[in-house]
């Protein structure tokens, strides 16, 4: 295997893209103006800001970074004049279609070809069962839906797949309904919905594995700072603890506790990764995560610890291949209707690269340390997270490999391939 460059550096990643999403959302229900820094300004959230301001909400950029919302109350919202498209992004679709499913009107949202495949009957179900009425296509399970909500009743909801998106579609709705709503997960996910409503004087309650929101008559507004994509900072994390002798630190990241899955598996593969400067930043915790490289050896990661690094498996594959040793997923189902079947395309390109892998039906396996194949052409499929996670492996082992359609990238980390030149010396 080719010797790669040093991996070094201190860097920065653009802000999360969950709580980006959120923020724009909870804001333009709120009652006064918002102010958003570390905004992430890529494609997918900038799908969530244009959804807003098709409701009437207006949206002003301080810069790229920052955005200041004048919310319009959680029942002022305006009637849409044309189809919301919401791009790539099924947090838009999904989340938003909580919001939605309360107004008094009709909405209809599209998105692209990839989007358009993406399964929507597991929001379509809970809301349909609180009183929205929602259509789409193929029996109401993919995009583009109709929604036309109003008179919300309260539910409990037993959710039969562990979804962040899921969860927070029907917890917005709840805020609308004549009773409290109660989510019981399968397993925990991430609680940035829950963090900022309860910050924006929202009741939010979890006892063990649901959550119950109570209706709310206003949200007060936001100042926030989003702290450092964890998701982002994976891809980084990982070619770090891959590459013996490499030491870079990543600035400000958000290590809320239901996201650094990843920490914790490379932990178990001997990775050295430690967080400093530990703070709280409008509800959520940030550190710095410093890594310093030593090699890998396999892990396995079983089903219960998906849901908290649901989308670093990809690149949690790539550390897999560089790892000594077999390393399992189970458990990951979830990853075959994201952008794009994760689990199909990864274990298909990392074949074609030369590395030992295989799949089941909720996950798959791959065997290290591989000889990467170099010089071939490997396919992203349309899907950011695995196209960058196929560069982190070109980085990691020194082979050049040519992803194809890498402007999807812009769909949650602008700038990427700058920052893996500035730290791949």
Not at 297 to 322: F, H, K, N, R
Not at 355 to 365: H, I, K
Request: hydrophobic share 40%; aromatic share 4%.
């Amino acid at each position: 295997m080719k010797k790669t460059q040093k991996i070094s550096g201190a860097i920065s990643v653009p802000g999360d893209k969950s709580i980006s999403h959120r923020a724009v959302m909870f804001a333009a229900m709120a009652e006064g103006q918002s102010r958003i820094q570390g905004f992430l300004p890529a494609e997918d959230t900038l799908r969530t800001v244009g959804m807003m301001i098709a409701l009437g909400v207006d949206i002003q950029e301080s810069s790229p970074t920052e955005i200041r919302i004048d919310g319009r109350g959680m029942r002022e919202l305006k009637e849409p004049q044309d189809i919301i498209d919401a791009g790539n992004s099924g947090t838009t679709i999904r989340i938003g279609s909580g919001i939605l499913a309360a107004q008094p009107f009709l909405s209809i949202v599209t998105g692209d070809p990839y989007l358009r495949r993406r399964p929507m009957g597991r929001i379509v179900r809970p809301l349909a069962q609180m009183g929205a009425t929602i259509t789409g296509r193929k029996e109401d399970t993919l995009p583009p839906l109709c929604i036309r909500g109003g008179d919300l009743r309260g539910i409990r909801y037993e959710m039969p797949v562990a979804s962040a998106q899921v969860k927070s579609s029907i917890l917005l709705a709840g805020l609308y309904a004549d009773s409290p709503v109660t989510v019981v997960e399968p397993l925990p996910t991430r609680d940035h919905t829950e963090r900022m409503l309860a910050s924006m004087g929202a009741r939010v309650v979890r006892d063990g594995r649901s959550v119950t929101i109570h209706p709310a008559p206003r949200l007060h507004p936001l100042a926030i700072t989003v702290p450092g994509d964890i998701s982002s900072a994976s891809f980084f994390m990982v070619l770090a603890a891959a590459v013996p002798g490499a030491s870079l630190c990543i600035r400000g990241v958000g290590v809320n506790p239901g996201r650094t899955g990843v920490i914790s598996v490379l932990l178990r593969m001997g990775a050295d990764v430690r967080l400093e400067s530990p703070r709280n930043e409008g509800g959520e915790p940030v550190a710095d995560i410093v890594v310093q490289g030593r090699g890998l050896t396999a892990a396995d990661v079983p089903p219960e610890e998906v849901p908290s690094l649901i989308d670093e498996i990809p690149v949690l594959c790539v550390g897999a291949a560089m790892a000594e040793g077999r390393t399992v997923i189970r458990g990951a189902a979830e990853l075959r209707v994201k952008e794009s079947d994760r689990i199909g395309a990864m274990v298909k390109e990392l074949t074609t690269l030369g590395v030992a892998c295989g799949e089941y039906p909720d996950g798959l396996w791959v065997q290290g340390p591989a000889r990467i194949t170099g010089g071939q052409r490997v396919d992203s499929y349309g899907d950011h997270r695995i196209a960058m996670a196929l560069m982190i492996l070109s980085a990691a082992s020194g082979i050049p490999v040519v992803v194809s359609d890498t402007a999807c990238i812009a769909t949650s980390y602008p700038g990427f391939p700058e920052t893996l030149r500035e730290v791949v010396r």
